[in-house]
């Protein structure tokens, strides 16, 4: 099983490096308090915080 992780808004996303070295999440589920209309199943977002950027 793949392991998840949550973004602030409580959405879940699973993460991988995209082709610029940022790390990139895929919403595999979305939280019914999440106020983004663009956190759907499926999605890709770029992940937050310092500890996710370019290395």
């Not at 998840?4 to 699973?14: E, I, N, S």
């Amino acid at each position: 099983m793949t392991e998840t992780k949550a973004l602030p808004c409580g959405c879940r996303v699973t993460t991988a490096r995209d082709f610029l070295g940022r790390v990139v999440g895929t919403i595999v589920q979305r939280d019914e308090s999440c106020s983004r209309s663009d956190h759907q199943p499926g999605q890709v977002v770029v992940m937050p915080g310092r500890e996710n950027a370019r290395q």
